[in-house]
């Protein structure tokens, strides 16, 4: 059993020990080390805030001025407008930023089983710290649109032909596939990683061609979902759970259910699931 409560998947990787004397001095020194790291972000975030404005504040510089040459009726609508386009104008740009520096920084996301306080959660730590940005001030407004899946390509994640995610609650994008096909349902959680009591867990997600997650269910870290499966809304997949091709799974924790479940439910099985042995 994992110290936060999760079951600790079968075959895990042994926590990694320090690397080197720096790692140790973060082990050693953790909240400090974490606090210089929080103040390094948030030095970089104010840089991919301040690029993602700059093109704004140009527009609005012209913009004002102009908006306010015309009468009372129409001057503060103009300027209104100015405003609004300004801010699509910097959600936009930002969806540019973050990419980029999430390219130049060391964020190399790379599975890991290890305490928090350490050198090698440093890429993880930086890589959603950008992606968060995002998706708490702009992502929300494309995630149906075109802009919302670029964006999620251009951080690492890897999507299918004619993936359909309709979710921003995402993290760790670098290690989520998902298939061709993959249906992510609204509000649906998916990330990477899990942990707790200072340990801090990192293994990929696999969602095959064809699956659906249902509304609002959680997928976490270490989670292979096979090609065809289905995953019922508000269910909750625990790290090492491998669901099978063509498999409906729905609960807290998720488990498979059978035909007969399904029937009582007023769900239809997937043609040839889970018939019974003669």
Known sequence: MHPSGIPTPSGQARPAGPRGLLDRLIRRFGRIAHLLAVLLVYVILVAAIA???????????????????????????LAGAGFGLAFLLSGFTLLLVIPAFNLILPTRVRSYHGAYYSIAAVPWFLHNALFYLA?????????????????????????GKRAFVNTELISDPQLITLGD??????????????????????????????????????????????????????????????????????????????????????????????????
């Open 51 to 77: 690029l993602a404005l700059s093109p704004a504040l140009m527009m609005l510089a012209h913009w004002l001025p102009w908006a306010l040459t015309f009468d009372s009726g129409m001057r503060w609508p």
């Open 135 to 159: 998706r708490y001030t702009f992502l929300l407004y494309v995630t149906l649109t075109p802009f919302g899946p670029w964006f999620l390509r251009a951080m690492g994640m890897r999507l």
């Open 181 to 278: 096909d993959v249906v992510i349902g609204g509000s649906v959680t998916l990330f990477a990683h899990w942990g707790g009591g200072g340990h801090l867990s990192i293994e990929p997600v696999l969602i095959e061609a064809g699956a659906t997650i249902g509304e609002k269910a959680t997928v976490m870290g270490d989670v292979h979902v096979g090609a065809g499966a289905t995953i019922l809304p508000h269910s909750v997949l625990l790290p090492g759970a491998r669901v099978g091709a063509g498999e409906t799974w729905g609960g807290v924790p998720a488990r498979r259910l059978g035909p007969e479940e399904m029937l009582a439910m007023g769900l239809h099985p997937h043609p040839g699931h889970d018939q019974p042995s003669r």
